[in-house]
Structures are given as structure tokens and as C-alpha cells.
């Protein structure tokens, strides 16, 4: 009966790349708390100060485009950007939806707004916990997942200019699936990447932005499914 051998080299290289892995996942996790927080800071700054928030708000479109701008070369740019300047636009980009997170504070009261925050952190660590420690492959959402983004997207921009609470309760609705579903595959996704060893440094940056679209496109959509406006 021959017997099994087994080759030890291998195992450093595997160890190196599994410590790799939470290596980068704790990096992609750290930089979306830190986006996070300072859009938390911003906001409730500019709701402190209504006469900026005023000022600031009359530049809305502007401040959507520079948005826009910022997640598009964060993406497209993440192989040739440096990690110091990935880390500097995520934190603009964060600081920016913090300037236009200020008018939250006006439209619900602040209690609903900190249970919609507890109930999406409870709600993206649960979802993270699955994408972890599940066996199934989640790749299989992806066409589901982005159709229903696109819907959300167009349903989202049709309320803006045609206000209907029927429609805003749809697009809610559609949109806690969605960022829910998201909020799983994306999570596997970047798991996956750094158990190859993927290793752009400003991927984790990216990878941020991502996991923290995904926290705040949840928590807006539980806000406007449950929040409490003012009177």
C-alpha cells in the first residue's frame, strides 16, 4: 500500500497567502468604518450649520457630479492610481456624500435615522458573515443583482422629478434586495480576490468604496422604508 506524502513547501506559501487575505479584508473593512465615520462627522456638521447646508445644497448637481466623477476614476484608475491617492479621493468622496447627508437630519427625525444606521450595521454584518462562511457560489446573482440595480437607478431618477409615495415605497423595497444581495456578493467577491493573492495595493481602497456603497444604499432604503419624517 503506498503511502500519501505530503509536500511542507507548499505550506508557508499557503499561510502567506491566507494571512495575506485577512490582510486585505481588515484593510478593506478599516477604510469603509473610516468613510463611514467621516460621512457620519460632515453630516452632522452641515445639519448644525443650516445657513451652509443652504449655501452648499444650492450646488447639488455639482456636488452629484463630482460624486460621480469620483467613483468612476476610483474604478477605472485602480491599477495605475497609488494607494495614498486612492485613499484621498475615497475620503473626498466620502466627505462629499457627508455634505449632502446633512439634509437627512431635516427630512427625518434623528431617532429613525440612528435605528435605520443600527438595523443596516446589524443587517451588513450578518450579510458579510454569510458571504464568508457559506459553500455556495453567489456569482450566480450577479445578472439578477445588476438589473435590479439599473430598476432601482431609473425608479430612483423618475421620483425626482415625478413624486409618488407608491413608488418610493417600490423603490425602497427593490432597493433593500438589492443592496442586501449586493452587500453578499460583493463581500465574496473581494474574499475571493485576496485568497488569490491579488495584490493592488489600491484595490483595498476600491474595495471600500464598494462595501461602503453597498452599507449606504442599504441604509438610505431602510430610511425611506421605515424612517420617521418631520412634520
Known amino acids: 500500500m503506498p503511502f500519501e506524502t505530503t509536500d511542507f513547501r507548499t505550506q ?9 487575505a485577512r490582510g486585505f479584508m481588515a484593510g478593506v473593512y478599516r477604510w469603509m468604518t473610516l468613510g463611514l465615520g467621516l460621512t457620519g ?3 452632522w456638521y452641515m445639519a448644525s450649520n443650516p445657513q451652509l447646508l443652504a449655501q452648499v445644497w444650492g450646488y447639488k448637481w455639482v456636488l452629484f457630479i463630482a460624486q460621480l466623477g469620483l467613483v468612476i476614476v476610483l474604478s477605472a484608475g485602480v491599477t495605475r492610481l497609488s494607494f495614498g491617492t486612492a485613499a484621498v479621493l475615497f475620503l473626498a468622496y466620502a466627505a462629499l456624500t457627508g455634505v449632502t447627508f446633512g439634509t437627512l ?3 427625518y427625525t434623528s431617532g429613525s435615522i440612528a435605528s435605520a444606521f443600527l438595523v443596516t450595521a446589524g443587517s451588513f454584518a450578518g450579510l458579510s458573515l454569510f458571504a464568508t462562511v457559506t459553500k455556495r457560489d453567489l456569482s450566480g446573482w450577479r445578472t439578477f443583482l445588476f438589473m435590479g440595480l439599473i430598476g432601482v437607478v431609473i425608479a430612483s431618477v423618475a421620483q425626482i422629478f415625478w413624486p409618488n409615495p407608491m413608488l418610493n415605497f417600490v423603490v425602497a423595497c427593490a432597493g ?23 495584490g493592488v495595493a489600491a484595490l483595498s481602497i476600491v474595495g471600500a468604496l464598494t462595501l461602503y456603497l453597498d452599507f449606504i444604499n ?14
Open 12 to 20: 508557508p506559501a499557503q499561510v502567506a497567502v491566507s494571512q495575506a
Open 41 to 43: 462627522v460632515v453630516a
Open 105 to 107: 437630519f431635516y427630512a
Open 176 to 198: 433593500v434586495v438589492v443592496f442586501a444581495g449586493l452587500t453578499a456578493y460583493d463581500t465574496q467577491k473581494l474574499r475571493a480576490f485576496a485568497a488569490q493573492g491579488g
Open 218 to 231: 442599504l441604509f438610505l432604503s431602510l430610511l425611506r422604508l421605515f424612517g420617521s419624517r418631520r412634520n
